[in-house]
């Protein structure tokens, strides 16, 4: 099975700017989570996402919002990026919400000038 | 509520030195428990996990065992090398109690020397 992909891989975006960013899970996957990790904060979860609904919320403001497709992939927003937006992001697909092994991607590694 | 501590790293070691990184943790509950590892440049790896008092995750040879009495489940290697050099995150998963939600450590970085 192929793993969790993410694109882009590395993005350069000015203060202001907004940034989508995807994630197609494995094959079979329903559930996606979406982490933001920085060297000073280390991994912060950002949401969940299950059968297309929003299960799971992380403490971070409104600029930042996800969604789910039907066939599972998902996408994260970022709005008015702000220089501390700099991250690296990291989705995460698990095949069951019970057991929650998660699956991470190789990350997004967006840079905010 | 629901929380990981993990040692804090830096950790650096000699090729071939014995490995612990210590990790406790608070929950409600029956928690599922997992190392993962993510070496430099990538994502994050699932390396061990237990779901249950008493079991014992193991792969690569590492392994961890799940303590309920000392609510501990700590990551050791008996020899590690110097390709084990990576960040390594200890997570909790309290099951339905927390909607599924899992909780990580704050990550320790392991540094091997040849």
């Known amino acids: 099975k192929a793993g969790v992909t993410q694109t882009p891989r590395y993005l350069i975006k000015t203060r202001g700017q907004q940034v989508t960013l995807s994630c197609s899970p494995i094959?079979?996957?329903?559930?996606v989570s979406w982490y933001q990790q920085t060297p000073g904060q280390g991994l912060q979860f950002l949401f969940e996402?299950?059968?297309?609904?929003?299960?799971n919320k992380g403490n971070f403001p409104g600029r930042f919002s996800g969604r789910q497709f039907s066939n599972s992939r998902s996408e994260m927003n970022v709005s008015t990026l702000e220089l501390g937006d700099s991250a690296l992001y990291l989705c995460?697909?698990?095949?069951?919400?019970?057991?929650?092994?998660?699956?991470f991607g190789p990350g997004t590694r967006l840079t905010v000038l | 509520g629901n929380s990981v501590t993990q040692m804090e790293g830096p950790v650096t070691l000699s090729e071939e030195a014995f490995l612990t990184i210590n990790c406790t943790y608070t929950a409600t509950g029956y928690p599922s428990l997992f190392w993962y590892v993510q070496y430099p440049g990538e994502g994050l790896q699932l390396l061990l996990k237990a779901t249950k008092a008493d079991d014992k995750g193991s792969n690569k040879g590492f392994e961890a065992t799940y303590r309920k009495e000392t609510t501990s489940f700590h990551l050791e290697k008996g020899s590690v090398q110097v390709s084990d050099s990576a960040v390594y995150f200890c997570?909790?998963?309290?099951?339905?109690?927390?909607?599924?939600?899992?909780?990580w450590g704050a990550g320790t970085k392991l540094i091997i020397k040849p």
């Open positions: 997570a909790l998963s309290p099951g339905m109690d927390s909607n599924y939600q899992l909780i």
């Open positions: 996402y299950f059968s297309e609904t929003q299960r």
């Open positions: 995460a697909s698990s095949p069951d919400r019970v057991k929650n092994e998660q699956f």
């Open positions: 094959s079979g996957h329903r559930s």
